[in-house]
């Protein structure tokens, strides 16, 4: 053994991890795979930069005899003088290795890990950038897919397409209201993502950028229409940061601009086809029209692309807001009713006469329709005349509250209530007016009127049936509700009367003597106590106000002049002259409670 050649034997160990540590129980711990870094930082340990190639020794190792064992330190070179062999000794120690082959035998070997590290990193880099994409791709694909199930998209070429128009609900306004989806690739993944992300992105129409609205109210007419110009009117709105408005809210809010714009080019139209007594007078964004006289109704368009517009808007002094948003609610459901009409059949007139044949065929000739019913198959009013006239109700509905609640403020006694009526329509509406005295309302329940609220007029209908109409003028309502609280008065005094045994003399709701009331009728009447001795007259006018006259026996009347003809005892119980009562010092909260005092104090006692 100890003569042969030397037998390399390579010696791997049982397992690929090394232990640990061996616990008591038996349980072995492994120690970790390196990663890929620490077993290359590992290798690269092993790497000895002074140590030159096989190659290199090979030709550096001179030709000559081994040296002897025992100089150790002694180098021996021979080199071939003329025709000898000449050899020379030197110390090794002695020789030292230059600087600069250390250091470019280092820079090779740097060179060569920074290569292996830069292949790496570029492979991390482009597996990364392929995950980036296919997870942007992946969130823009499901953005879209919920995109398409709200709104109408197609494909042309290599964009997406959408509509934001009502063409398919029935609309004929020109406008494409075409918008384009595009990606968003201008956040980086690998950073923190904010919550207001979105990998998709709509480009509407520069025209219908911001958010617009209708703007109706009624106001006194101007003076001078040519002062008119664009109406700037929008109202502020909190701010919303650009980033934060995501696709179904710019979407929503251009197909909000397109309708206002579609409503009001309508409007516009009508209001140059339509002859009336007053012309409509289009300015600019605005439409002005007189539904009465004195007043005006203004339809305006109100669009707003940025910010700044708007603060330019606004005034510095707050104004009351006078825009009537029933109106503007009620404009967006008549462009929807013409929309439908368009996609609806219309039901054509039926044929004028028919031959012989089926039954369905020859009743169609006696159930065709005449000329008045095809006419007014064709008239149909425009979306300008229908916002005029509930213009006019809204406007003449508000006068009769105001007016109402102004006479119930003012005027005290007697009571006047009113009672509105939730079901109503866009053109007529209904009022329930009680006029009652305080503390007396199961007695005096005489007048109640039910007020019909149209577009132009007014119906009154009383407790008994009969129709009173009158019209938009504000003076008229008040003059006849004025009137009726009069009658109230004696209504109350009749009501009371029989209430208290006394005896009604004389009733009359229209007075033909005594002075003459500007407003409506004086009515009086006359009741007489249960003993017929006292006798009480009241006349109670709109204007003139309340007179109350008592008649005394003529035994209890101081100041009545003897008589020659009257002289039997009997004439005595004879009622004596009136004597007026001097209303205002009586006691009492209001007229009805002071009747009551008076009627009790001229009731005898049993």
Same mark, same amino acid.
């Given at each position: 053994?100890?003569?042969?050649?030397?037998?390399?034997?390579?010696?791997?160990?049982?397992?690929?991890?090394?232990?640990?540590?061996?616990?008591?129980?038996?349980?072995?711990?492994?120690?970790?795979?390196?990663?890929?870094?620490?077993?290359?930082?590992?290798?690269?340990?092993?790497?000895?930069?002074?140590?030159?190639?096989?190659?290199?020794?090979?030709?550096?190792?001179?030709?000559?005899?081994?040296?002897?064992?025992?100089?150790?330190?002694?180098?021996?070179?021979?080199?071939?003088?003329?025709?000898?062999?000449?050899?020379?000794?030197?110390?090794?120690?002695?020789?030292?290795?230059?600087?600069?082959?250390?250091?470019?035998?280092?820079?090779?070997?740097?060179?060569?890990?920074?290569?292996?590290?830069?292949?790496?990193?570029?492979?991390?880099?482009?597996?990364?950038?392929?995950?980036?994409?296919?997870?942007?791709?992946?969130?823009?694909?499901?953005?879209?897919?919920?995109?398409?199930?709200?709104?109408?998209?197609?494909?042309?070429?290599?964009?997406?397409?959408?509509?934001?128009?009502?063409?398919?609900?029935?609309?004929?306004?020109?406008?494409?209201?075409?918008?384009?989806?595009?990606?968003?690739?201008?956040?980086?993944?690998?950073?923190?993502?904010?919550?207001?992300?979105?990998?998709?992105?709509?480009?509407?129409?520069?025209?219908?950028?911001?958010?617009?609205?209708?703007?109706?109210?009624?106001?006194?007419?101007?003076?001078?229409?040519?002062?008119?110009?664009?109406?700037?009117?929008?109202?502020?709105?909190?701010?919303?940061?650009?980033?934060?408005?995501?696709?179904?809210?710019?979407?929503?809010?251009?197909?909000?601009?397109?309708?206002?714009?579609?409503?009001?080019?309508?409007?516009?139209?009508?209001?140059?086809?339509?002859?009336?007594?007053?012309?409509?007078?289009? +300015? #600019?964004?605005? *439409?002005? !029209? %007189?539904?009465?006289?004195?007043?005006?109704? @203004? /339809?305006? $368009?109100?669009?707003?692309? =940025?910010?700044?517009?708007?603060?330019?808007?606004?005034?510095?002094?707050?104004?009351?807001?006078?825009?009537?948003?029933?109106?503007?609610?009620?404009?967006?459901?008549?462009?929807?009713?013409?929309?439908?009409?368009?996609?609806?059949?219309?039901?054509?007139?039926?044929?004028?006469?028919?031959?012989?044949?089926?039954?369905?065929?020859?009743?169609?000739?006696?159930?065709?329709?005449?000329?008045?019913?095809?006419?007014?198959?064709?008239?149909?009013?425009?979306?300008?005349?229908?916002?005029?006239?509930?213009?006019?109700?809204?406007?003449?509905?508000?006068?009769?509250?105001?007016?109402?609640?102004?006479?119930?403020?003012?005027?005290?006694?007697?009571?006047?209530?009113?009672?509105?009526?939730?079901?109503?329509?866009?053109?007529?509406?209904? +009022? #329930?007016?009680? *006029?009652? !005295? %305080?503390?007396?309302?199961?007695?005096?329940? @005489? /007048?109640? $009127?039910?007020?019909?609220? =149209?577009?132009?007029?007014?119906?009154?209908?009383?407790?008994?049936?009969?129709?009173?109409?009158?019209?938009?003028?504000?003076?008229?309502?008040?003059?006849?509700?004025?009137?009726?609280?009069?009658?109230?008065?004696?209504?109350?005094?009749?009501?009371?009367?029989?209430?208290?045994?006394?005896?009604?003399?004389?009733?009359?709701?229209?007075?033909?003597?005594?002075?003459?009331?500007?407003?409506?009728?004086?009515?009086?009447?006359?009741?007489?106590?249960?003993?017929?001795?006292?006798?009480?007259?009241?006349?109670?006018?709109?204007?003139?106000?309340?007179?109350?006259?008592?008649?005394?026996?003529?035994?209890?009347?101081?100041?009545?002049?003897?008589?020659?003809?009257?002289?039997?005892?009997?004439?005595?119980?004879?009622?004596?002259?009136?004597?007026?009562?001097?209303?205002?010092?009586?006691?009492?909260?209001?007229?009805?409670?002071?009747?009551? $005092?008076?009627?009790?104090?001229?009731?005898?006692?049993?």
């Amino acid at each position: 053994m100890s003569g042969g050649p030397a037998v390399r034997v390579s010696i791997e160990s049982q397992c690929e991890r090394q232990v640990q540590e061996v616990s008591l129980d038996g349980l072995e711990t492994y120690v970790p795979p390196l990663s890929m870094s620490q077993n290359l930082a590992k290798l690269a340990q092993r790497i000895d930069f002074d140590q030159s190639s096989d190659s290199e020794q090979e030709s550096r190792e001179p030709r000559s005899q081994p040296e002897p064992e025992e100089d150790e330190g002694v180098w021996g070179v021979f080199y071939l003088e003329r025709s000898y062999v000449v050899f020379s000794r030197f110390d090794s120690a002695s020789v030292q290795t230059p600087q600069v082959f250390q250091l470019i035998s280092k820079k090779k070997s740097l060179a060569t890990a920074a290569q292996l590290l830069l292949k790496g990193a570029e492979k991390l880099t482009k597996s990364l950038a392929e995950n980036q994409e296919q997870r942007r791709q992946r969130d823009f694909n499901s953005e879209l897919l919920r995109l398409r199930s709200q709104w109408k998209l197609r494909k042309l070429g290599h964009k997406i397409l959408g509509d934001l128009s009502y063409r398919s609900a029935g609309s004929l306004f020109p406008h494409h209201g075409t918008f384009e989806v595009i990606k968003n690739t201008d956040i980086d993944l690998d950073k923190k993502v904010p919550d207001d992300y979105c990998p998709l992105n709509v480009q509407i129409p520069s025209d219908l950028e911001g958010s617009a609205y209708i703007k109706v109210s009624i106001q006194k007419q101007s003076a001078d229409i040519g002062d008119l110009g664009t109406v700037s009117l929008f109202r502020r709105q909190p701010k919303a940061k650009p980033a934060s408005q995501m696709w179904h809210l710019k979407l929503e809010a251009a197909q909000n601009v397109l309708l206002c714009k579609e409503i009001f080019a309508q409007l516009s139209r009508e209001a140059v086809q339509i002859k009336s007594q007053i012309p409509h007078i289009v +300015v #600019k964004n605005q *439409i002005l !029209s %007189q539904p009465f006289p004195g007043l005006q109704l @203004s /339809i305006s $368009l109100c669009h707003s692309t =940025g910010e700044k517009k708007i603060q330019r808007a606004s005034p510095d002094k707050s104004k009351p807001d006078d825009h009537l948003y029933v109106l503007e609610h009620n404009l967006h459901q008549l462009i929807r009713e013409f929309h439908k009409q368009t996609l609806s059949s219309v039901v054509m007139p039926h044929p004028a006469s028919s031959p012989f044949g089926h039954k369905r065929l020859r009743l169609a000739g006696p159930m065709a329709y005449d000329k008045a019913e095809i006419s007014s198959l064709q008239q149909s009013e425009g979306l300008l005349e229908k916002i005029i006239k509930q213009a006019k109700h809204i406007f003449l509905r508000s006068r009769t509250a105001r007016t109402i609640d102004s006479l119930a403020s003012r005027i005290e006694d007697p009571q006047i209530q009113a009672h509105w009526s939730n079901i109503n329509s866009v053109y007529e509406s209904s +009022v #329930k007016v009680l *006029i009652t !005295s %305080q503390g007396y309302e199961q007695i005096c329940k @005489s /007048i109640q $009127l039910q007020l019909n609220i =149209g577009v132009e007029q007014i119906r009154v209908v009383h407790r008994d049936g009969r129709v009173v109409t009158l019209s938009h003028q504000e003076q008229e309502l008040q003059d006849f509700l004025l009137s009726q609280m009069s009658q109230h008065q004696v209504h109350a005094v009749q009501q009371l009367a029989k209430v208290m045994g006394w005896h009604v003399l004389s009733f009359s709701n229209h007075v033909g003597l005594g002075p003459i009331e500007s407003i409506g009728n004086a009515s009086a009447i006359t009741v007489a106590s249960p003993s017929g001795e006292h006798t009480i007259s009241v006349r109670n006018g709109p204007e003139s106000g309340c007179k109350v006259l008592v008649q005394f026996p003529r035994s209890q009347a101081k100041e009545l002049l003897k008589s020659d003809v009257l002289q039997e005892g009997r004439w005595t119980h004879l009622r004596g002259p009136y004597r007026e009562v001097h209303w205002g010092r009586m006691e009492g909260r209001n007229f009805v409670y002071k009747m009551e $005092l008076l009627m009790a104090a001229l009731t005898p006692c049993p």
